[in-house]
């Protein structure tokens, strides 16, 4: 079939399925069995070529803000922005993108990559750019180990044509510098020597877990001196950070929920100073970053009958940890809601791994979701108090949100659980995102 | 619930550095805050590589890790052999899961083609198969009754001929997903691939180790009975859901 051809096909599903409210993908994956090729020759014409972000945690906001960091200094950027990460979800947004003469009107494409599709994406399309986050323990019943992600993201560092922006402190990241092409380069993003024991790595999280003074690393990877960083996260205030940024301090308003969002704010910005090259202008792109707001479900506010509301996503240990972390438990009212949907990971192993002391002071007020008696069973063990437990999520939110009081509330859900209190959120009143 | 303290337990957790996928530190919490409820005083130890081997342990658990670790740790697990089987023939309980439930056989052929020596706790070897194992799964024992996790493995299990399981499969696939065992057990000594964690969802394994470990040096384990109406309720769910 002729190429035009390929692509007015594909416009015209993705206008007949947006007609039936289909899913995002649907259109890319006509175009991806009709025309394989079609997202590896549509990117390779970019001038600014391809830039893949990746990692276990925090793709959605980082690629968000290094969308915008990029949009700020005039770039024109094309991204899988619906969250569909998938080669055909890319294919889908670029059918989405282009003009009626099948033109894709951008200078570079930022693009989020589950790392179990990353690699299936870089065997069609080279990245000039890539930014790898981290590995922390994910959806292992897809996946494995942590060493097989590891060995997934060596993938798109081997790759990578340009340069690899990689987090220096989580170690398994760290260590990819090693597989980067022999004519592309390494950059880096780390924390200051104060802050890490704040993102301790999967290997460090145990001690960490049961609270002993002496943070060690792997006993197969000793804590050895590191390389230096083009943005370091050097602290971290009520709501904003300052940020090393090749050597000269900075202060960032940022207003995004969680210590690990200003962490891949630095992310952002260093691959953002990578792309830009000369011509970044490092005082307004920090300034930029007071614009960010947060991604889908990652720390949204949304009120409810006059209150605010917060969904917080919680996929694995790290998440969770960071996320509890991040405010003082007896401020709020509290409801967890755990399923166990593929999309959410079938394995609840993972709750063990989390440490809920913080939630002691002040309880929890309701657990819910398909596992909602596994998410009770942790808590109690960690002796934190459980008001109620209800698996149906419209009824549990609705009890939750009739407790709370004059608090505001907070919600940790799982990805399924998101999506549906979301929707029932949206029944019940009118969503706004503050 | 007991609050009166009946005396102390101590538990020492095996390798946690290189041994802790998967929530199995939920077993040794679940063991450390059963035993306070029935009212003993809990301290727990780390044991990890090279470390001086603990002068006393009522009781033995250590977990999962992924392929490297189990590298790190066969060597020093060849090293405390000894005192291992000591404690075992006296009666001392252990859990081992996943990884190290593998290393306490007498070899383990990885994927990658390497032999790792085990300590030959259990008659049983393990080879690497073409495949994960990976979904909910349920047994039955027994003494346990029936028993839910979750398990992710490649390694396949085969016990010798007079090697006893812990369990019989009922959904899921177990040691080798053909012969229909799960783990594998000998004097006070539970290995087994559940995850879950095993012990949070199994309160009658967990019980069963602290009892043990109580008894073997000679005293009487608590008649109070905890509160398990959240594992029960859990233990019912998970039952419902797919593999």
């Given at each position: 079939m002729s190429r035009p051809l390929v692509r007015l096909l594909g416009q015209g599903v993705r206008w007949a399925s947006s007609l039936r409210g289909g899913g995002s993908a649907f259109p890319g994956l006509v175009m991806e069995k009709l025309h394989p090729a079609f997202v590896a020759e549509e990117l390779a014409k970019l001038p600014h070529g391809v830039v893949v972000i990746s990692g276990t945690n925090g793709k959605t906001t980082t690629t968000k803000m290094a969308v915008q960091l990029l949009r700020s200094q005039g770039l024109r950027v094309f991204t899988n922005r619906t969250g569909s990460n998938f080669v055909r979800g890319v294919a889908a947004s670029l059918l989405a993108e282009m003009n009626a003469f099948g033109r894709l009107d951008a200078d570079v494409a930022v693009l989020e990559l589950d790392e179990a599709h990353a690699v299936h994406f870089v065997k069609q399309v080279k990245p000039r750019y890539a930014l790898l986050l981290n590995v922390m323990r994910d959806q292992l019943d897809r996946f494995g180990e942590i060493d097989t992600t590891r060995r997934m993201l060596s993938q798109v560092a081997k790759a990578t044509t340009g340069t690899v922006v990689l987090n220096r402190e989580d170690p398994r990241i760290a260590s990819l510098a090693d597989d980067v092409a022999a004519d592309a380069t390494v950059e880096w993003f780390g924390l200051s020597d104060a802050l890490r024991p704040m993102f301790p790595s999967d290997d460090d999280m145990r001690d960490v877990l049961r609270q002993t003074e002496n943070v060690e690393l792997d006993s197969a990877q000793p804590s050895v001196a590191r390389p230096a960083a083009d943005v370091v996260l050097n602290a971290v205030k009520a709501n904003s950070v300052d940020l090393d940024v090749h050597g000269q301090e900075h202060t960032a308003t940022i207003d995004l929920y969680g210590v690990y969002n200003q962490y891949n704010a630095a992310a952002a910005l260093a691959l953002a100073l990578q792309v830009l090259g000369d011509s970044a202008d490092v005082a307004s792109l920090v300034d930029e970053l007071s614009r960010v707001t947060p991604a889908f479900g990652r720390g949204e506010t949304v009120t409810v009958e006059g209150k605010p509301l917060q969904l917080l996503l919680v996929k694995n240990p790290a998440g969770f940890r960071l996320s509890l972390a991040s405010a003082s438990a007896d401020d709020y009212a509290t409801m967890i809601a755990i399923n166990d949907a593929y999309a959410d990971g079938r394995d609840v192993s993972w709750l063990w791994d989390v440490d809920f002391d913080s939630l002691r002071a002040g309880g929890v007020d309701i657990v819910s979701g398909v596992r909602a008696w596994d998410m009770a069973l942790r808590l109690d063990y960690d002796l934190v108090e459980v008001g109620s437990v209800d698996t149906d999520l419209e009824s549990a939110l609705k009890q939750f949100i009739a407790g709370a009081g004059d608090r505001p509330m907070r919600i940790f859900c799982t990805y399924t659980a998101m999506l549906s209190l979301r929707k029932i959120l949206g029944g019940m009143t009118h969503v706004d995102t503050i | 619930m007991n609050q009166e303290k009946v005396g102390s337990l101590d538990i020492v957790q095996l390798y946690p550095r290189d041994m802790n996928i998967y929530g199995d530190w939920g077993n040794t919490l679940t063991l450390k805050r059963r035993a306070e409820r029935y009212g003993y005083e809990v301290r727990v130890h780390d044991y990890n590589p090279g470390d001086p081997w603990p002068d006393y342990a009522d009781l033995f658990v250590g977990g999962g890790g992924q392929d490297s670790g189990q590298f790190r740790v066969a060597e020093d697990l060849a090293r405390v052999a000894p005192k291992l089987h000591e404690a075992a023939s006296a009666g001392t309980p252990m859990l081992v899961i996943c990884g190290l439930y593998q290393l306490f056989g007498r070899e383990f052929r990885t994927g990658g083609g390497e032999t790792l020596r085990g300590?030959?706790?259990?008659?049983l070897e393990t080879v690497g198969g073409p495949e994960r194992l990976i979904g909910n799964i349920v047994t039955e024992s027994p003494e346990f009754g029936t028993i839910i996790g979750y398990e992710n493995h490649s390694g396949l299990t085969t016990l010798g001929p007079d090697q006893a399981a812990m369990a019989t499969v009922v959904s899921g696939a177990g040691n080798n997903g053909e012969d229909g065992t799960e783990g594998a057990r000998t004097h006070n000594v539970l290995g087994s691939y559940l995850h879950g964690s095993l012990l949070p969802k199994n309160p009658a394994v967990a019980d069963f180790l602290l009892r043990t470990a109580v008894e073997t040096r000679g005293d009487r384990f608590p008649e109070a009975s905890l509160d398990d109406t959240y594992a029960e309720h859990a233990r019912g769910v998970a039952q419902t859901r797919p593999r």
């Open positions: - | 300590i030959e706790m259990f008659d």
